[in-house]
């Protein structure tokens, strides 16, 4: 019988979501409470990966055990009871037994949150950008990712994967209680593609690169074309969709 697990982490103190040999991830941690409890091995299959350092308001993921929870009220309590402050359980539901965490999700969205000064309430989540901005131009470069599909020029390289095509359907900087939030929404995204968009977004917007040059380093699929990644404390996976969930 197969589960969805929908639940959300602070990333500082994790190698990100995916196990690792030799870092303490998220998936370690939940597969290990899941296995504890239920008495069975549990192996999670994660919606989306997450770097280390990066955090999830909203991830899901989904697990298969011979069978039926009784209560799955009481096994969201006695999760949450057993993991650290830092990750929380919402809840777990049923689900067909070909439904997949990954595959079956619609969307994803990211928030990558900066602050202008420091606040050490926000210094675990957020990045702290001194030099002014230039927010408009910086929505203008970030409405071009709406218009092409090929982002191999913001992924990391060494990557395993088919193809670089994304259908980003939202792009766009806005600010929120003095948070300057880049928002963006796609089917797909690549290995540290966010943070590389930032960081190459935040070139535009203090004037180091044109809205012209953003637009040809995304014609370039080439990721040397592209700025820095932007430290991985302000990025937040804040939403998957699914058809049904």
């Known amino acids: ?35 504890l409890i239920i008495r069975e091995n549990i192996e999670t299959v994660g919606s989306s990966r997450t770097d280390t350092g990066v955090h999830a308001e909203q991830q899901y993921a989904h697990f298969d055990i011979a069978n039926e929870i009784k209560d799955t009220e009481q096994l969201t309590y006695r999760l949450n009871s057993r993991l650290p402050f830092d990750i929380a359980v919402h809840r777990i539901f049923k689900v067909d037994n070909t439904a997949h965490s990954r595959f079956d999700a ?9 602050i202008k000064r420091k606040n ?18 910086m929505n203008e470069a970030a409405a071009l990712l709406l218009v092409y599909k090929n982002f191999e020029s913001f992924s990391k390289i060494h990557t395993h994967v088919n193809n670089f095509l994304c259908d980003i359907t939202a792009a766009g900087w806005f600010e929120k209680d003095g948070i300057l939030i880049f928002n963006i929404k796609a089917n797909r995204f690549l290995r540290g593609m966010v943070r590389a968009l930032v960081g190459t977004l935040l070139e535009v917007g203090v004037g180091k690169r044109s809205i012209k040059d953003f637009e040809k380093i995304i014609q370039a699929q080439d990721r ?22």
């Open 106 to 114: 619609t969307h994803r969205r990211y928030e990558y949150r900066i």
């Open 1 to 35: 019988m197969r589960y969805f697990i929908e639940f959300s982490y602070k990333g500082t103190n994790y190698s990100g979501w995916q196990r690792q040999k030799n870092a303490v991830s998220v998936q370690q941690l939940l597969d290990e409470a899941l296995t």
């Open 120 to 137: 050490p309430f926000l210094s675990d989540e957020s990045h702290i950008f001194h030099k002014p901005l230039d927010i408009e131009k």
């Open 224 to 245: 040397s074309k592209a700025g820095a990644q932007a430290p991985a404390q302000g990025l937040f996976l804040v939403e998957v969709g699914y058809p049904e969930y």
